[in-house]
C-alpha cells in the first residue's frame, strides 16, 4: 500500500510502485483532468504539483509521490476560481483544450515561486508545454492576467 495525499484527501493506494503517478491520478482515483500526451515527459499535458514542484505525472513513480502532497488540476480550486483558471476563462485561452490543464499546472508552479513573472520568464517556465493548437500568446496574457499584470508588456 502507498499513502498519498491528493488535492488535500488521503488515500492507500494498492499499486506498483513504478506505476507512473498519472495512472493512478487518472485510473485509480477518477480524477481525468491530468491528460496523457507523448508518455515521456515532452509535452507538459500531465502537470501535476509535487509537494508544490511541477512533475510530469506521466513519467513519474508513483512511489515517489508517497507521503507527499500531490495537486492535480481538480486541486487547484474547488470552484475554478484560481486567478489562472479565470483568466483562461476571462481571455478565452483554450481551443482543443486537451493541454491547457498542464499549461495552468506549469504557469501555477511558476506564480506560487514568481507572482509578477516577465514574459522571458513565462516562456521559459512553460517551454515544455506544447499546444498543439498554438495558443501560446494567449496563454502568455492569460498569466499575466493572473499575475495582475496587462495582457501585453
Same mark, same amino acid.
Given at each position: 500500500?502507498?499513502?498519498l495525499?491528493?488535492?488535500?484527501?488521503?488515500?492507500?493506494?494498492?499499486?506498483?510502485?513504478?506505476?507512473?503517478? *498519472?495512472?493512478?491520478?487518472?485510473?485509480? =482515483? %477518477?480524477?481525468?483532468?491530468?491528460? +496523457?500526451?507523448c508518455?515521456?515527459?515532452?509535452?507538459? /499535458?500531465?502537470?501535476?504539483?509535487?509537494?508544490?514542484?511541477?512533475?510530469?505525472?506521466?513519467?513519474?513513480?508513483v512511489r515517489?509521490?508517497?507521503?507527499?502532497?500531490?495537486?492535480?488540476?481538480?486541486?487547484?480550486?474547488?470552484?475554478?476560481?484560481?486567478? *489562472?483558471?479565470?483568466a483562461?476563462v476571462? =481571455? %478565452?485561452?483554450?481551443?482543443?483544450? +486537451?493541454?491547457?490543464?498542464?499549461?495552468?499546472?506549469? /504557469?501555477?508552479?511558476?506564480?506560487?515561486?514568481?507572482?509578477?513573472?516577465t514574459?522571458?520568464?513565462?516562456d521559459?517556465?512553460?517551454?515544455?508545454?506544447?499546444?498543439?493548437?498554438?495558443?501560446y500568446?494567449?496563454?502568455?496574457?492569460?498569466?499575466?492576467?493572473?499575475?495582475?499584470?496587462?495582457?501585453?508588456?
Amino acid at each position: 500500500m502507498i499513502t498519498l495525499s491528493v488535492n488535500g484527501t488521503g488515500y492507500k493506494i494498492d499499486a506498483d510502485p513504478e506505476m507512473p503517478l *498519472l495512472w493512478v491520478v487518472r485510473d485509480l =482515483l %477518477g480524477l481525468t483532468g491530468t491528460k +496523457y500526451g507523448c508518455g515521456e515527459a515532452l509535452c507538459g /499535458a500531465c502537470v501535476v504539483h509535487l509537494d508544490g514542484e511541477a512533475v510530469r505525472a506521466c513519467v513519474t513513480p508513483v512511489r515517489r509521490a508517497a507521503g507527499k502532497s500531490v495537486t492535480t488540476i481538480e486541486g487547484l480550486s474547488a470552484d475554478g476560481s484560481h486567478p *489562472l483558471q479565470k483568466a483562461w476563462v476571462e =481571455l %478565452g485561452v483554450p481551443q482543443c483544450g +486537451y493541454c491547457q490543464s498542464g499549461q495552468i499546472m506549469s /504557469a501555477a508552479a511558476l506564480l506560487s515561486k514568481k507572482p509578477r513573472p516577465t514574459n522571458e520568464e513565462i516562456d521559459t517556465s512553460l517551454a515544455g508545454n506544447i499546444c498543439r493548437c498554438g495558443t501560446y500568446t494567449r496563454i502568455r496574457a492569460a498569466v499575466r492576467v493572473a499575475a495582475g499584470l496587462p495582457k501585453e508588456e
